[in-house]
Nanobody, 124 residues
Framework: QVQLVESGGGLAQSGGSLRLSCAASGSIVSIDVMGWYRQDPGAPRESVANITAGGVTNYTDSVKGRFTISRDIAKNIVYLRMNSLKPEDTAVYYC??????????????????WGQGTQVTVSS
């Protein structure tokens, strides 16, 4: 099992910055990808950014050039630095960890772990 604890959300003005942190504990060695999702009320949860165990990063188009995902391997922490914030970035942000579990002769399945979520509000 993996436990994820987020911190760093809050209120920012348009154009401002925030940094989210996600501390992972438990079966760290089983994690293949860590990332951030966000969700508005009544909307599906969307992927914002992720980083693989090999250090490859991916971003959704709307945050490219503004958000940066990084990690501190020694501390098992993943960060999301959010610059040039916009009101449309307002959402609950969730830390996510994925473990790819191999199933003999059938490929693999993905096990998702989630943090409790942290609110980010950007005022115009």
């Amino acid at each position: 099992q993996v436990q994820l604890v987020e911190s760093g959300g809050g209120l920012a003005q348009s154009g401002g910055s925030l940094r989210l942190s996600c501390a992972a504990s438990g079966s760290i060695v089983s994690i293949d990808v860590m990332g951030w999702y966000r969700q508005d009320p009544g909307a599906p949860r969307e992927s914002v950014a992720n980083i693989t165990a090999g250090g490859v990063t991916n971003y959704t188009d709307s945050v490219k050039g503004r958000f940066t995902i990084s990690r501190d391997i020694a501390k098992n922490i993943v960060y999301l630095r959010m610059n040039s914030l916009k009101p449309e970035d307002t959402a609950v942000y969730y830390c996510n960890a994925k473990s790819f579990i191999k199933i003999p002769f059938m490929g693999f399945r993905i096990k998702d772990y989630w943090g409790q979520g942290t609110q980010v509000t950007v005022s115009s």
